[in-house]
């Protein structure tokens, strides 16, 4: 009988990053306990157990069991950890999510138990699968148990997620689980009503807003194999599913699977480790799936839409309309709707009223106190960083030249939606941005009343575009397609044709929709070829200038941020680990250091190092810093390292 451990306390200190050794019976690799550390009890997650303990140790006992995660998810994390420069203890916390006791007067979102309370039955399939779907779910099936990857490529309506359920279903038959999982939280709902019409109670729902009580329960029907099917966002690949068998990727395109903070690991590429590690199969979906994906894995195809045809796109040419926010075609088809009724949904990528304001007479424009970035106009009459939040009335004058002649540059989707209303005052408009879905419940009662509504128009930024099934949407439109090329970042036209494709996909579903796409750059090779619904053009020139420029996949980044309260320093310290990382050897490429804007008043700048040796690279740079990281915090320095950065502005 094993007497010892070596046990991973879940702490966030960066400089602990080994195992201790305690005294206990009865433990397995992936048992969650918890153990004295320091003066305080601690969660931890046993990584070993030994038969005896190392030389000269006096191990204490071990506290509480408190639970277990499937061993396989140990090693998941463990591999996380290194991969993306984290610490066993950060990476062992996401696959053991600490569970603390249930508020009293908790209240339980999404309880299946409760839906099962309303005696849902299962969801009729479709009688019989188009033929490519047939092919796919085949293919699909062979690779199971293999750890293999496939991208499903299929146009928007193409039936994926039909895919899905079926892959799913023939899972569960052969006594596997499965994963799904979908970009967003606001997605989540929508994704999960659908599994939970066709398989009932079998599915489980996670998600970050889950309340403790909720998401415990969940977990435990998971575990225990109730609920073989799990849909949820990010973090639910690491879902405590036993025997997995498949995990879907939706949408695998979003930027949203890569999670923006300590460990930054990439869902999409955590699910592939997974199934490769599990022996299951990993799907991924989209229909404007990533360069890399495409590069990199077999590729399975859905050509048509079930039903409607594609729609066709309008580009509408800013520069020769006078018309702005609202050109002359795109009135006149809204002026449609609102006389014969149906559905129009706009994108408009912009929050607020106006982006910036600007003065005519000094060229002064206003800006955030500690951020590099303009101040936007909102409806309150304010004005609001996006960024930190900070906010301050609207002037009547300039504060720079008391000029009176202030220009609103640019119309964020609150302007969009005050112009529809005046221009088409019988039109119902309802408006779905970061700002409205603030507010608790708001984005639930928008969505629902855009799908009850008999005419309406959907005003919103990037989540309208985003995966959301609408029925009867006439005409979908972009207000200003291509803002986002300014952006310094070599996926601005991957996103770009995203966003477009994306959008026109909401238009049609039934019938033959229409989508109008408002430019001032109509012959941008995104804005031209996602006109024509062109996804293999763009993903093969896409793919020959990333070759020719030597960005991912034909080479691996890393970037390496510092941060600080001056300018100058983060720079110097990026020039010094520059030059040291060179030295060390595997870096192809290396970039900057460059200064980024300014935010929260920290000063940020960084370095993009390519490369074909990822993990020499890595280990490089996690070295240096750790040397580096005395000197770093005495100047009041931040450092941090993304393997496969998704931004890199
Ligand atoms: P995607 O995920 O590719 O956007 P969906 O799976 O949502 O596409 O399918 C689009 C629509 O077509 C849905 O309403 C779905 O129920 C329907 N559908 C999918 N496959 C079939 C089929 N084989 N026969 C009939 N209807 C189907
Ligand atoms: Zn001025
Ligand atoms: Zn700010």
């Not at 639970?67 to 993306?84: F, N, T």
């Not at 969940?218 to 225990?224: F, L, T, V």
């Not at 110097?572 to 060179?582: I, K, N, Y």
Request: charged share 25%.
């Amino acid at each position: 009988m094993p007497r010892f451990a070596s046990v991973y306390p879940l702490v966030l200190t960066r400089e602990l990053d080994r195992p201790f050794t305690y005294l206990g019976d009865g433990l397995e690799r992936g048992t969650v306990v918890s153990v004295p550390f320091g003066r305080t009890q601690r969660r931890g997650v046993v990584a070993e157990v030994l038969d005896e303990a190392p030389a000269g140790i006096d191990p204490a006992p071990i506290g509480e069991v408190l639970g277990s995660v499937p061993p396989g998810l140990v090693d998941l994390a463990l591999w996380l950890a290194d991969y993306y420069g984290s610490t066993p203890a950060r990476a062992l916390g996401l696959v053991a999510p600490s569970e603390r006791r249930p508020r009293a007067s908790g209240v339980r979102v999404g309880s299946a138990a409760v839906e099962a309370a309303a005696g849902l039955v299962g969801e009729e399939p479709p009688a019989g699968l188009t033929e490519e779907q047939a092919a796919a779910v085949a293919r699909i099936e062979a690779a199971f148990g293999s750890g293999a990857s496939v991208l499903l490529s299929g146009v928007t309506g193409s039936g994926k997620t039909e895919v899905y359920l079926r892959a799913c279903s023939t899972a569960i038959s052969r006594g596997h689980g499965a994963i799904v999982l979908v970009p967003e939280i606001g997605l989540t709902p929508q994704a999960a009503a659908r599994f939970r019409a066709r398989f009932g109670d079998r599915v489980a729902v996670l998600h970050s807003g889950l309340g403790d009580a909720a998401r415990r329960d969940e977990r435990r029907r998971i575990s225990s194999g109730a609920a073989p099917i799990v849909v949820g966002a990010r973090s639910a690949v690491f879902a405590p599913v036993p025997r997995l068998g498949l995990i879907c990727v939706d949408e695998e395109h979003d930027a949203s699977f890569k999670h923006e903070a300590d460990p930054r690991y990439d869902a999409r590429t955590v699910a592939a480790k997974r199934a490769a590690l599990e022996g299951a199969v990993a799907v991924f979906g989209s229909a404007t799936p990533r360069p890399e994906s495409w590069h990199a894995l077999e590729h399975v195809r859905l050509g048509t839409r079930v039903g409607a045809p594609l729609p066709r796109v309008r580009l509408v040419d800013l520069r020769r309309e006078a018309g702005y926010p609202l050109s002359s075609p795109l009135l006149a088809r809204l002026g449609q709707i609102a006389d014969a009724g149906g559905k129009a949904v706009l994108l408009v990528n912009r929050r607020g009223v106006a982006p910036a304001i600007h003065c005519r007479s000094c060229g002064a424009t206003s800006r955030c106190r500690s951020c590099d970035v303009t101040l936007v106009l909102h409806t309150d009459g304010r004005l609001h960083c996006h960024h930190c939040g900070y906010e301050e009335p609207l002037a009547a004058t300039c504060p720079v030249c008391n000029s009176a002649e202030l220009a609103r540059l640019g119309a964020g989707a609150q302007h969009v939606e005050r112009e529809l209303a005046a221009a088409l005052p019988e039109l119902p408009i309802l408006r779905l941005d970061a700002d409205a879905a603030a507010q608790p419940g708001r984005r639930g009662e928008v969505l629902a009343g855009f799908a009850h509504a008999e005419r309406a128009v959907l005003v919103g930024t990037q989540m309208v575009a985003k995966g959301h099934h609408f029925e009867g949407v006439a005409l979908s439109a972009v207000i200003d397609a291509g803002t986002e090329l300014w952006a310094p970042d070599f996926r601005a036209e991957e996103r770009t044709f995203q966003l477009v494709t994306q959008l026109a996909g909401r238009s049609g579903r039934e019938r033959e929709g229409e989508v109008i796409v408002q430019t001032f750059d109509p012959d941008a090779r995104p804005v031209r070829l996602a006109a024509r619904h062109a996804v293999g053009e763009f993903v093969r020139s896409e793919l020959a200038r990333r070759r020719e420029l030597s960005y991912p996949p034909f080479a691996r980044l890393v970037r390496l941020q510092v941060s600080g309260p001056v300018a100058g320093p983060p720079l110097s310290a990026l020039s010094e680990l520059r030059a040291a990382l060179l030295d060390a050897g595997g870096v192809e490429a290396a970039l900057g250091p460059a200064a980024l804007i300014r935010l929260r008043n920290r000063h940020r700048a960084h370095i993009l190092l390519k490369t074909q040796d990822v993990r020499r690279v890595a280990t490089a740079v996690r070295r240096l810093l750790a040397a580096a990281s005395p000197a770093l915090r005495r100047d009041g320095l931040t450092a941090s390292v993304d393997i496969d950065p998704q931004t890199v502005s």
